[in-house]
């Protein structure tokens, strides 16, 4: 296992120097902000990245460059990770899945886009930004873009869609856009945006892929698609539920054109079908082979791009029931995992169990900002887990987790056999992501085996442990943290900041409503010739939009 992660690490080591950052639309010039006319204005010194200069591992993108008089395919088809893309409109719940985002991030165009590799944000819709206290925010916005309908965008639609946000509840673009107070068109081409609270992180917030800008006309002419219509460089153009969603290039976009003309996003549910569909050429792009299968893969027709995701895997426990919620039920759970046992089964190699060298006991994510790696973990200790379980109301019910990803399903079976050893009768409920989101909802569930979406940014935190967030599976509602979250996302000195976030997490840590098993290394795997591909830490981010595919 250590001979095949020290391969990996050189193997990333050797992407990242090659890493050039592809022509994608809109995005692909970090050091200037271009105007509606297209002349190039410096970004606006107001407009920093994240006040904890977070420690981020650069974005990735596939090495091969783009060639003069090279023949690019058409069309490339993409095997997605382990979820199904359910839906794809941002104002339903379902939307909030890895897949989804991709697409959205295809389709719309945010006001704002943030660079991971450089730290920086960069123009989209907006040319301009500026605010002097970060609660009143002034976007100057393009004035020569269309939605996929030909409606002429302006600051109206802004206006719309933040409303629309608000109504959805439950969603992320209800967490990002509710933060918006009072939102005025000051004319067709500039937008005021009042927020409730000094927000220092509000600018990442309309940087996420659930905040793409959509078109009053179309949402209204039809419910169902046209909340699909945006202004991005990609259209929206057929989708089968749970089974891919296809787009074609916007060749009346305001930016650079993509060099592909259309792209399929497809989920193929058996893994080994994954591996024979990449291996005959049927697909070009898999972000979701089995880890035993990459040695197929390294040779001079594939490449692999090993990445470290940002998002903690593990346990939410539902701290509203009277057995899960109980202190001493939780401390019995955790002394009772095994973590590299776990790792080890739920994605081999490719899964890091947590230790107190790489990240410790925090609840955080891999690359955000001022993440506490000083907190240690709860150990190993069966006789330990016995002890608390006898003090906790536990008295032999059956406890449900639910898991939907391939690797946390198994990753719940190792947990249940753990458990098992200490008299703890757990039971698995396997489902897709839409039934793991609409389990959490449910006031009487148990535990959810699955992933914490945390961005760079710390302020994302609000949103995993703020009361009704979106990533808060557990109910977890704890005063003095929601207090510390909202006062650290008014807190302009970096230090103090920093000391609020890191009081969040030993709080957390105290009342443990998750638990960190593993970070997962994904491995993506390209044909040969496949360039383009943007892979930050934060696979909810991966930028298709500049994918390209030479054939000759």
């Known amino acids: 296992m250590k001979t095949k992660k020290k391969e990996v690490a050189l193997l990333l080591a050797l992407v990242m120097c090659l890493a050039l950052l592809a022509a994608c639309g809109g995005s692909g010039d970090t050091t200037t902000s271009p105007d509606p006319a297209g002349s190039a204005s410096p970004t606006p010194t107001s407009s920093p990245a994240p006040a904890s200069s977070p420690s981020t591992t650069p974005a990735i993108v596939a090495p091969a460059p783009i060639v003069e008089d090279a023949k690019y395919a058409d069309h490339i088809e993409v095997i997605i990770d382990n979820s199904r893309i359910s839906v794809v409109n941002p104002m339903l719940p379902g939307s909030n899945t890895t897949p989804s985002h991709w697409t959205m991030i295809m389709i719309y165009d945010r006001l704002l886009e943030y660079n991971e590799a450089t730290g920086e944000y960069v123009a989209g819709l907006a040319t301009r930004w500026d605010t002097s206290d970060y609660k009143t925010f002034t976007f100057e916005l393009r004035n020569d873009v269309s939605f996929h309908n030909g409606e002429k965008f302006t600051a109206h ?8 946000a608000q109504e959805a509840t439950g969603t992320m673009m209800a967490s990002h856009w509710g933060q918006v107070e009072t939102a005025t068109a000051v004319n067709d081409y500039t937008l005021e945006l009042v927020l ?7 600018y990442m917030s309309v940087a996420q892929p659930q905040t793409g800008i959509l078109n009053e006309l179309a949402v209204s002419s039809d419910p169902d698609y046209g909340p699909c219509v945006g202004t991005g460089p990609f259209i929206f153009t057929e989708f089968i539920t749970n089974e891919y969603v296809t787009v074609v290039r916007n060749d009346n976009y305001w930016g650079d054109l993509p060099l592909t003309k259309s792209m399929t996003l497809r989920f193929i549910p058996e893994i080994s079908a994954r591996t024979t569909m990449m291996l005959n ?3 070009q792009v898999c972000f979701s082979l089995s880890s035993e299968d990459y040695y197929l893969f390294e040779n001079d027709d594939f490449s692999i791009f090993p990445l470290t995701m940002n998002n903690p895997q593990g346990v939410s426990f539902n701290m509203a029931h009277p057995i899960t919620g109980d202190y001493n039920f939780r401390m019995a759970v955790l002394h009772a995992m095994n973590r590299e046992e776990i790792a080890i089964v739920a994605a081999g190699d490719w899964a890091e169990a947590v230790g107190n060298a790489n990240g410790g006991g925090t609840v955080w994510g891999f690359s955000t900002g001022y993440r506490n790696s000083n907190l240690p973990i709860i150990p190993y200790d069966v006789e330990k887990a016995k002890e608390f379980l006898a003090l906790s109301p536990y008295n032999g019910e059956e406890i449900e987790v639910t898991a939907s990803l391939s690797t946390n399903i198994k ?12 008299g703890i009768n757990l039971v698995i409920n396997e489902t897709d992501t839409a039934g793991l989101n609409a389990q959490f909802r449910t006031p009487d569930h148990h535990l959810i085996f699955n992933s914490l979406t945390f961005t760079n940014a710390p302020g994302s935190a609000m949103n995993v442990f703020s009361p009704g967030a979106g990533q808060n599976r557990g109910n977890y509602n704890n005063p003095e943290v929601t207090q510390l979250l909202n006062d650290a996302a008014a807190e302009l000195d970096p230090v103090t900041r920093g000391q609020m976030y890191n009081r969040i997490q030993e709080l957390v840590v105290e009342d ?3 638990v960190n ?3 997962r290394l994904n491995g993506i795997v390209g044909a040969k010739g496949i360039g383009g591909l943007i892979l930050p830490t934060d696979t909810h981010q991966s930028d298709l939009r500049g994918i390209f595919w030479i054939i000759d």
């Not at 409730?196 to 509000?202: C, E, S």
């Open 411 to 422: 990753g719940s079976e190792i947990l249940q056999q753990q458990l098992s050893a200490v």
């Open 517 to 519: 098993i593993f970070w």
């Open 157 to 164: 639609d802004v206006l719309y869609t933040i409303g629309l």
């Open 512 to 514: 443990m409503p998750f």
């Open 196 to 202: 409730h609270n000094v927000n220092i992180d509000f």
């Open 281 to 283: 050429g049927e697909a």
